[in-house]
């Protein structure tokens, strides 16, 4: 013999079973994850471009309140470019059964069904049964 002894530690019983613990709840707070994300996707939100529309409806009505004086009041106001807020306002020129339609829009989280530079192609013709026909042709689409 050489006179070297090997050490042999073993693990007890109790810290294995805690570690056996953690490992269980890190996999259920994984699953509660998913769960949550997968009911956060099954959720519908109204469409961004419908909450824009809300917007310029609420702003051309606080102009006519006389609360701003004008649309370069209300764009000083909440920090936009006047260029943006007209953009924003021009929804308002889309017919109105258009701007129902748009503003019943719902998605699922991480699907929006039309953007707001998809609405602007509408705007190209201020006649509105122009607008019903691209809308139609947008909505097949």
């Known amino acids: 013999m ?3 002894t090997e050490t ?3 693990r007890p019983k109790r810290q294995q079973r805690t570690e056996t613990l953690a490992l269980r709840r890190a996999h259920d707070d994984r699953m509660d994850r998913a769960a949550r994300r997968r009911q956060q996707l099954a959720q519908r939100h109204p469409a961004t471009v419908a909450r824009r529309l809300a917007l310029a409806h609420r702003i051309a009505e606080e102009i006519d309140a006389g609360r701003y004086a004008d649309q370069a009041d209300v764009a000083r106001h909440h920090g936009l470019t ?3 807020l007209t953009q924003l306002m021009n929804l308002l ?3 109105p059964d258009i701007q129902e339609e748009v503003l019943a829009l719902e998605y699922p989280a991480g699907r929006e069904p039309i953007t707001e530079r998809t609405l602007r192609r509408l705007l190209e013709s201020l006649v509105w049964e122009d607008q019903r026909a691209l809308w139609a042709e947008l909505r097949a689409g």
Do not use: E, I
Request: hydrophobic share 50%; no cysteine.
């Open 93 to 95: 020129l889309l017919a």
């Open 8 to 10: 042999l530690t073993f």
């Open 82 to 84: 006047r260029a943006r």
């Open 2 to 4: 050489s006179g070297t």
